[in-house]
């Protein structure tokens, strides 16, 4: 049946499907009622391949490339939770036979038995969450009371249409009595005399919005955002947060990134917004650092890295000391043979090899060798190194095969059916 009223929404009939988050806080949660679907992706193998096997719940879809950051293997069909929201992988597991859920309504029970569990992994946002005192969330806030102010109205069985300042209180107390104003002045005048003493009275010549024009204003997806927002930013103030320590800017650069304390760096409104910057190619996530929602390694770390390789800390110092060859204590040109010969035999250069070659070749080579194994993490020769120790190919290489790792760790360990004490 078509569902009208918010009473319609119950588990009474259909397919009841169970859906555990592994986050504790994820940055999105839908509202009651707000829809969402399951999707089955399903990568071909190269030769010989069948087709998809069938999936009991959702629609199954043909991909190339995966949708989340890891890439699916060759003949495995992976589910997913979407919604306008996000999208999260989801792993069936088997209901317990003394599994079952009670639905009360009214002074009656009812037994429901459980279609499928599922577990579901963590969140690749598609939709950003606003940070506090944002512009995003001060026009979210307008917008809304301006929706809920043209709704008194349209409620209002007076003639002409009324209401009072103190309905529009009760509903947001968190606001001054003058921003409220400024909201009521576009569509309503204020009568101080009369049998409308105090009351807000509609303009003659203002027409009220349709009920598609009220939803176009603030979507269920703003609200959902809006709410977890303050969700988070109650979650950092009872931890000892509070006033600019909670502010970041809309376009936060690198420098500014490093200037947050940890707690802050994973709000939902700096992880959503990285995310969906890397998705878009503007920038990279450091995908094991301190955002990591599960805390041992298992899930992904929404924080931004820009697309090019940067150097250490200890490079970055060791570069402002001394404004020598990039990457270097030492000039090359004043390497002396004896001691370049030397590092060659470290390498386990053949000593007939090294004497072939004149002082120019036995430094190139020196170079060479340096800068490879610099990028291998090998050796004590790194002040040899020369340029970046990874170029940016071999730096977004890395990062996908870091995503792939935590990827499978992520489905091996949700998939799984042993019991965790």
Known sequence: FFMRRPYDLSAMDGDLLLMEYCEEHPPHIMAIGMATKVVNYYKRK?????????AEFGETTYVQKSPFLGQIAPGKLLSSLECNLFRAPTYRHVVPETDFLVVMLGNRFYIRSVSALF?????????????????????????FLQGFIYRLFLASEDDPRRIRMEDIRKAFPHLSESSIRKRLKGCADFNRTGSDSGWWRLKDNFRLPSE???????????????????AAKQRLEDAGYGGKSLFTPDDDTEEDSQKIDDEVRTAPWNTTRHFINAAQGKCLLDVNSSADPTGCGEGFSYIRIPNKPIAGKEETTEKKKQKTVTGTDADLRK?????ARDVLRR?????????????WEV???????????AKQ????????????????????????????????????????DAVLS
């Open 119 to 143: 577990a579901v992994g963590q969140q690749c946002p598609k939709f950003e969450v606003p940070g506090p005192k944002s512009k995003k969330t001060s026009n979210h806030v307008k917008d």
């Open 347 to 359: 390498f386990n250069v053949p000593e007939d090899e090294i004497q072939k070659l004149s002082r």
């Open 377 to 416: 993490g090998e050796g004590d020769t790194s002040r040899f190194a020369r340029g970046n120790r990874f170029s940016i190919a071999e730096h977004q290489e890395r990062y996908k095969d870091e995503c792939q790792r935590i990827f499978d760790l992520q489905n091996t360990v949700l998939i799984s």
């Open 363 to 373: 430094v190139d080579v020196v170079r060479a060798m340096s800068t490879q194994a």
């Open 46 to 54: 190269p030769k010989n391949d069948s087709g998809a096997p069938k």
């Open 335 to 339: 390497l002396l043979l004896k001691d």
């Open 212 to 230: 598609e024009e009220l939803r176009a204003m603030v979507s269920p997806e703003q609200c959902c955002a809006f709410y977890s927002m303050l």
